[in-house]
């Protein structure tokens, strides 16, 4: 399994960490939700919980529940800025489809 991000990605994990004061990187996972199935769940991480999987990329270490796992192995994670906003994108080739608002996937 790899996860991995882009350079603006990292670099925008490492800056929330930053002005955070504390954590260890990026906990992603994905929770039943949605009309398609499935929406991503990214927060910060303080440490590895029981059952996460580690990753590194770029400096950034990334914990994912074995749940998650399945959904999540080869995904890129970037963050793009854009007229419409901001935020973290996934281009994960696990995915079959998602919901017309973008919200949620299934695979």
Known sequence: MAIS????????????LAARGHGVG???GVRKT?????????NYADGPQPGDAVFE??????FV??????YLTGITIDYVTSMQGSGFTFSNPNSTGGCGCGSSFTA
Do not use: H, I, P
């Open 65 to 70: 529940d074995g749940f998650s796992a399945q």
């Open 5 to 16: 991000l882009t350079e603006s990605a990292a670099l925008r994990v490492k800056t929330f």
């Open 57 to 62: 990329d770029r400096g950034v270490r990334v």
């Open 34 to 42: 949605g009309c398609s199935g499935f929406a991503y769940v990214v």
């Open 26 to 28: 990026l906990r992603l």
